[in-house]
């Protein structure tokens, strides 16, 4: 069983900076990435970022490329989405994710909200 926990979401005004925070706990020693991916309302999830275990290989989405920088602790098993030059289109519910095998992820955490105003 896996754990995820999100936070750092918040109100920011746009063009401002926020960092995500996911804090893993569990059986995550074998995984094979972490990602983080966001829900605006009457929208579909949509995939932002992800980062593999090992060399830290890291993928962005075109909407977040050069905006968003994935890092993580592996200490801490925390994962962290820094997000930079926000716009109001980045308002959404954002939730990080753990995949266990090549086929996709396997837990989610709750997710935390993001808000960004004009």
């Known amino acids: 069983q896996v754990q995820l926990v999100e936070s750092g979401g918040g109100l920011v005004q746009a063009g401002g900076s926020l960092r995500l925070s996911c804090a893993a706990s569990g059986r995550t020693d074998s995984h094979y990435f972490m990602a983080w991916f966001r829900q605006a309302p009457g929208k579909e999830r949509e995939f932002l970022s992800s980062?593999?275990?090992?060399?830290?290989?890291?993928y962005y989405a075109d909407s977040v490329k050069g905006r968003f920088t994935i890092s993580r602790d592996n200490a801490k098993k925390t994962v962290y989405l820094q997000m930079n030059s926000l716009k109001p289109e980045d308002t959404a519910v954002y939730y990080c994710?753990?995949?266990?095998?090549?086929?996709?992820?396997?837990?989610w955490g709750q997710g935390t909200q993001v808000t960004v105003s004009s």
């Open positions: 980062i593999s275990r090992g060399v830290g290989s890291t």
């Open positions: 994710a753990i995949a266990l095998s090549p086929k996709g992820y396997d837990y």
